[in-house]
Nanobody, 121 residues
């Protein structure tokens, strides 16, 4: 059974940093691209960052480019999102999911609970 467990969220002041983790199980992480998404209250879920299988390719939404860094450790079945220079508009629930290719549609219908990131001004 596919499981995606996000962690690392919390309350942080604007300008601060946070590192999110996504622990994956039930599938072979090293065979898929991985992505981070976020959903703010009243807004649709949006793609934040995506990474290829061997980390050679990375995609970032314009709103987070140069502030966020996606990485992965296939041996540990974990994907990370390092978030720096956080802004109040980064406040959202963050989720991870797999994709067939970088930036592709989410592969799994079962989303994890996500991890809440709240940035105070």
């Amino acid at each position: 059974q596919v499981q995606l467990v996000e962690s690392g969220g919390g309350l942080v002041q604007a300008g601060g940093s946070r590192r999110l983790s996504c622990a994956a199980s039930g599938f072979t992480l090293s065979s898929v691209a991985m992505s981070w998404y976020r959903q703010a209250p009243g807004k649709e879920r949006e793609l934040v960052a995506s990474i290829t299988i061997l980390s050679r390719g990375k995609y970032y939404a314009d709103s987070v480019s140069a502030r966020f860094t996606i990485s992965r450790d296939n041996a540990k079945n974990t994907v990370f999102l390092q978030m720096n220079s956080l802004k109040p508009e980064d406040t959202a629930v963050y989720h991870c999911n797999a994709a067939r290719q970088i930036g592709g549609l989410p592969l799994f219908a079962n989303w994890g609970q996500g991890t809440q990131v709240t940035v105070s001004s």
